[in-house]
């Protein structure tokens, strides 16, 4: 969400940018042990709009999808991501730009002039703030959603809860998407826009999930077939081996 606000460091006009998270944004149980139960605890939908005070944990995760992206307005100090000035790079504190940006919100929204980025922000340490219950923005259709299912892996957490990962891909929009569901607890996460297959299993690894064995989708399927032997070198190349 992009914002102009007075920089309390410098004291100039700055531009920056903000997180603000939607109704479909998973939260889980605020006592968690983040990976370790990723698949056994069931997440729920968040259900509203929500301005995103603190972000943190996960930040390898966090810095790849947002910091390198949008470097000039987003940074990692003392271990929190957070909006920084574009004159001085000095922190812009959530108290300082929460006005302006939950009002800058609601107010582009109105007119659609905002786009969902749909990025996936799996993060341990979050403090969000809530905007008002009646607040509605209508969300626009996914572009060319067309995304083909070509692989389902078994995969099992730390503490040996079991699930799935479900390969998919986008042949117009070129990107991938990932779908974790525990055996117990259902969906439990949604990946979307993985330009590359190593983003995918950078984010596998980053949920801390190991993956005990590959199907594909559709068996006579030469695409599935290509998407496993692609899949297999990207896990390969980042040091996962094939047990024996």
């Given at each position: 969400m992009p914002f102009s606000a007075d920089c309390p460091g410098c004291g100039a006009q700055t531009r920056s940018a903000a997180i603000v998270v939607g109704p479909s944004s998973l939260v889980g149980d605020p006592g968690s042990a983040s990976e370790s139960d990723v698949l056994a605890k069931p997440r729920k939908t968040l259900d509203?709009?929500?301005?995103?005070?603190?972000?943190g944990?996960?930040?390898?995760?966090?810095?790849?999808?947002?910091?390198?992206r949008f470097h000039s307005t987003f940074a990692f100090l003392d271990s929190q991501?957070?909006?920084?000035?574009?004159?001085?790079?000095?922190n812009l504190p959530p108290a300082a730009i929460r006005s302006v940006v939950m009002n800058g919100f609601v107010r582009l929204g109105q007119k659609r002039l905002l786009v969902n980025e749909r990025l996936m922000l799996f993060?341990?340490?979050?403090?969000?703030?809530?905007?008002?219950?009646d607040t509605s923005i209508e969300e626009s259709a996914m572009r060319d959603p067309d995304y083909a299912?070509?692989?389902v892996c078994d995969t099992e957490s730390a503490v040996g809860e079991t699930g799935t990962i479900e390969l998919w891909h986008s042949i117009?929009?070129?990107?991938?998407?990932?779908?974790?569901?525990?055996?117990?607890?259902g969906e439990v996460l949604r990946d979307g826009f993985n330009s590359d297959l190593k983003d995918v299993v950078t984010t596998v690894s980053d949920l801390g999930l190991v993956l005990t064995q590959l199907h594909l989708a559709q068996a006579t399927s030469p695409y599935c077939a290509l998407a496993r032997d692609l899949f297999l070198e990207a896990l390969e190349q980042a040091g996962y081996r094939q047990a024996r």
């Amino acid at each position: 969400m992009p914002f102009s606000a007075d920089c309390p460091g410098c004291g100039a006009q700055t531009r920056s940018a903000a997180i603000v998270v939607g109704p479909s944004s998973l939260v889980g149980d605020p006592g968690s042990a983040s990976e370790s139960d990723v698949l056994a605890k069931p997440r729920k939908t968040l259900d509203a709009f929500a301005f995103v005070e603190a972000l943190g944990g996960q930040t390898e995760h966090v810095e790849r999808s947002i910091v390198n992206r949008f470097h000039s307005t987003f940074a990692f100090l003392d271990s929190q991501l957070t909006s920084i000035c574009e004159h001085c790079a000095e922190n812009l504190p959530p108290a300082a730009i929460r006005s302006v940006v939950m009002n800058g919100f609601v107010r582009l929204g109105q007119k659609r002039l905002l786009v969902n980025e749909r990025l996936m922000l799996f993060a341990t340490e979050v403090v969000l703030t809530e905007f008002r219950g009646d607040t509605s923005i209508e969300e626009s259709a996914m572009r060319d959603p067309d995304y083909a299912l070509l692989l389902v892996c078994d995969t099992e957490s730390a503490v040996g809860e079991t699930g799935t990962i479900e390969l998919w891909h986008s042949i117009a929009r070129n990107d991938y998407a990932i779908e974790v569901k525990g055996h117990a607890s259902g969906e439990v996460l949604r990946d979307g826009f993985n330009s590359d297959l190593k983003d995918v299993v950078t984010t596998v690894s980053d949920l801390g999930l190991v993956l005990t064995q590959l199907h594909l989708a559709q068996a006579t399927s030469p695409y599935c077939a290509l998407a496993r032997d692609l899949f297999l070198e990207a896990l390969e190349q980042a040091g996962y081996r094939q047990a024996r």
